[in-house]
């Protein structure tokens, strides 16, 4: 029984880690956003929005996705709090989401 249960937790692409990381403060606006995943992404499918400190989106576009990997480029939003939104579907068909937000500034 333990097993079934393990290897159904284990059929979502959940967020393993993130750079900037979650959480995290960088001294700079980071140029792109990447999160990495559990499990591998469809690309169709998933997608990441990052808003600045004023509130206004920062990325600058679609996202990209190479296997487990997802990342999107930013444009410059200067010093303070950035929010993070993703949504996936593994390539299994089980879809996540989540946020994070990360800190740039001295």
Do not use: C, I
Not at 14 to 37: I, M, Q, S
Not at 44 to 57: D, M, W
Request: hydrophobic share 35%; glycine share 10%.
């Amino acid at each position: 029984m333990l097993t079934l249960a393990t290897s159904a937790a284990q059929a979502h692409a959940f967020l393993d880690h993130a750079d900037p990381r979650v959480g995290n403060k960088v001294t700079n606006p980071p140029h792109e956003v990447t999160l990495y995943f559990t499990q591998k992404l469809e690309p169709a499918f998933s997608s990441v929005t990052v808003t600045g400190p004023s509130g206004q989106r920062v990325d600058a576009g679609k996202a990209r996705v190479n296997g487990n990997q997802m990342s999107v480029s930013l444009k410059g939003g200067g010093a303070g709090t950035y929010h993070v939104n993703w949504h996936v579907l593994s390539v299994d068909t089980h879809t996540t989401n989540g946020n994070f937000t990360f800190q740039v500034g001295q």
